[in-house]
């Protein structure tokens, strides 16, 4: 936020925070004497950031997989390697939040699917984001990103052809830190953030394609068959497979900002006097479908300015929340009073049997302008926090 005096006016500035969106590696196999093929595989996502929202990454999957295994034997764990490609923008944002470095996992969603027609393995890849430095000047940058798929998890029970589909990922314990180390806070989520990536149109998802070789093509053999078994019921088998898939921002806890700048109005040199606003609408949504409440709190830097500093704790504000119909739990707004340094709740919603819905929340802004305040432009940060 910026106050102006003589007859200027107090404007406000309601910091935008951004992070960059990193992929990680993805299942790969092995097994036998087999010889091994180079793979690689490139995708483009769009993932959803905080503040900046939606933020386009391209991810380069290389590995090295056989091109066959036999019946019998079992996939181990494999090295993955994996270049991401980050966009300006998001370096900007960090730099902006005095962010240096990133940091973090991701989680990768890998489908197997069985040779034989006999079903699909839905597996879930963690890997580590290597500590990547953030150019500034702001640019487009790459990180780097290793890891080993799960061993062992797989036994290959049927000939046939193995497919291996990249379909999705998920950002979780992302770290940006300043120059001293220590973690910067990205609103709404603190010192780590998490965010979910959709794979845009178009994108390929085939990493590899493996022939399993060897073993009796029935799935069902009869060790000891009956060489004349006479009239009798016929008998067959068939694998029944169904997948119930997320409801769109399910279990997740978010919030949105439908601006990030606040203009306070203006207030005569000495004078002094109220320098009035609106807080930029919040949407908040809950859809973790569970009993847990959730609280939205604000805190705000000292307003600094050429012409020197108002205080924080002369900021205050008076909380408004709205519940939309069919959500389950209802929002409650903070107490009216001052934001300061220290913060303030801005509203939330309590902890009940049933909750999620969502919620647009407000407030009205006003400093509290002293007569000695020497005229010129005031900023401050309002970072809002959602727990």
Known sequence: MRAKRKRAGVRGALVAVATAGLVTGLITATGGTASAVPLKLTQKYTCKFPIINNDPIEIEITADMPATMKVGET????????????????????????????????????????????????????????????PNPAAAFTVDATGKSPGSLLTWADPGTAKFDVTGLKLHNMIARGADGAP????????????????????????HTMEIQGGSTDPDPDPDPDPDPGPGPST??????????????????????????????PVEEGAGGSSTGALQKVTVKDGRNGATGWSLTGKVTDFTGGAGTIGADKLGWTPSCETAAGSASTCVPGTQGTVGGAGATLAGAPDAARTGGEFTVGAGLALDVPATAAAGDYAAVLTLTLT
């Open 75 to 134: 996939v181990p764990e494999y090295d993955i390697k994996a270049v991401t490609k980050v966009s300006a923008r998001a370096a900007q944002g960090l730099g902006v939040m005095g962010a240096v470095t990133l940091e973090g996992k991701a989680t990768a969603d890998v489908n197997v699917t069985l040779p034989g027609g006999t079903g699909n393995l839905p597996i879930k890849v963690v890997n580590n984001v290597a500590r990547t430095n953030i």
């Open 236 to 265: 067959g088998k068939q694998n029944v497979n169904t997948k119930v898939t997320p409801k769109q921002g399910a279990g997740q806890l978010t919030m949105a900002q439908s601006g990030d700048t606040v203009a306070l109005s």
């Open 184 to 207: 910067v806070q990205l609103p709404p989520f603190g010192d780590e953030f998490e965010t979910a990536c959709t794979l845009d149109a178009g994108q390929s998802t085939l990493l």
